[in-house]
């Protein structure tokens, strides 16, 4: 098994910056890793994804041009920058790994096998 773990989250004003890490617990092959996030009282969407071995990567049409994910292979982390952040930002993040791509999809369905706990991300207005 493998623990993904979620750092960077906290309070930020409305324009500006938060950059989540998501480090595991071990080095694994991946097919592709992602950020999700769930807001109160609403359904769990998927926010970013990039694919581990050609770093592709697949952005949310809400996030697209402020957010920008990444990996760094030696650090076996992935990242979430996220700029211009408005109040609808709001929700709980959560990283997640897909092993092997049979249910490779960048969609609020988009099956993966391991999560993180989450870190709690709140833009005040």
């Known amino acids: 098994q493998v623990q993904l773990v979620e750092s960077g989250g906290g309070l930020v004003q409305a324009g500006g910056s938060l950059r989540l890490s998501c480090v595991a617990s071990?080095?694994?092959?991946?097919?592709?890793m992602g950020w999700f996030r769930q807001a109160p009282g609403k359904e769990r969407e998927f926010v970013a994804a990039i694919r581990w071995t050609n770093g592709n990567t697949y952005y949310a049409d809400s996030v697209k041009g402020r957010f920008t994910i990444s990996r760094d292979y030696a650090k076996n982390t992935v990242y979430l920058q996220m700029n211009s952040l408005k109040p609808e930002d709001t929700a709980v993040y959560y990283c997640?790994?897909?092993?092997?791509?049979?249910?490779?999809?960048?969609?609020?369905?988009?099956?993966?096998?391991?999560w993180g706990k989450g870190a709690l991300v709140t833009v005040s207005s």
């Open positions: 071990r080095p694994f092959s991946r097919y592709a």
């Open positions: 997640a790994a897909d092993l092997d791509g049979s249910s490779w999809g960048p969609t609020d369905n988009y099956a993966m096998d391991y």
